[in-house]
C-alpha cells in the first residue's frame, strides 16, 4: 500500500511516529513494528513458584519500537542497538506485567523466562512500558513482554519446513 522507503524516511527526515496504516510497508514493518503473532507463553520468574494462571503476551521489536508508536518506557530503558544475539539477553514488560507478576517488589533487574521453568533466567528486565491495547480497547491491558527481534530472530518458513517430518 504505501511506497514509502525507509531508507529516506526513517530516520533521516526525522519521522518519529508511523501511522497505523503505515504497517503495510514491508521496510518500515521491518524497521521498526512488531516481527511477531503476539505470542502467548507461560511465563516463568527466577526465584518465585509457580503461578496457576502464568500466560503472558510476547512479541519480538525493534529498537526504536516504543518511540515508533509512541509506547513510552516509564521506568528503565528500550531497546538499544547494542541489544545484539550475543550480548545480555534482556526484555521490557508492560505495567501489567508488573502488576501480575511483580505485585509488591521491583521488576527492574529481575530475570523471567517462558516455556518451562529451565528458562526462568532467560531474560533481565532492563525497561517498563506503559500499557497499550492490542486488540480489544474496552477490555483491560493484558500482560505483554517484548524482546529484541536481534536477539531472537524468528524462524524462516524454510527452516521450519526442513524440521517437519
Known amino acids: 500500500m504505501s511506497t514509502v522507503s525507509t531508507s529516506r524516511v526513517w530516520p533521516a527526515e526525522g ?5 497505523y496504516w ?16 503476539n505470542w502467548s507463553e507461560g511465563v516463568f520468574v527466577l526465584g518465585q513458584t509457580q ?13 526504536h519500537y516504543f ?4 509506547t513510552p518506557i516509564v521506568r528503565g530503558r528500550g531497546f538499544l542497538e547494542s541489544d545484539t544475539a550475543t550480548s545480555q539477553h534482556v526484555a521490557v514488560v508492560n505495567e501489567a506485567f508488573v502488576r501480575k507478576y ?3 517488589t521491583d521488576a ?3 530475570h523471567f523466562g517462558k516455556d518451562d521453568g ?14 497499550a491495547k492490542y486488540q480489544d480497547a474496552s477490555r483491560p491491558a493484558r500482560s505483554m ?3 529484541p527481534l536481534a536477539q531472537t530472530p524468528p524462524a524462516k518458513v524454510t527452516d521450519t519446513l526442513k524440521t517437519l517430518p
Open 145 to 147: 513482554f517484548f524482546v
Open 15 to 19: 519521522l518519529t511516529r508511523v501511522p
Open 102 to 104: 511483580f505485585p509488591n
Open 118 to 131: 529451565r528458562h526462568a533466567g532467560d531474560y533481565e528486565i532492563v525497561g517498563i512500558a506503559k500499557d
Open 51 to 63: 503461578q496457576a494462571n502464568n500466560g503472558s503476551s510476547w512479541d519480538r521489536v525493534s529498537a
Open 67 to 70: 518511540e515508533t508508536i509512541g
Open 22 to 37: 503505515i504497517y503495510s510497508d514491508r521496510d518500515i514493518y521491518e524497521a521498526t513494528a512488531q516481527q511477531g503473532n
Open 108 to 110: 527492574m533487574g529481575k
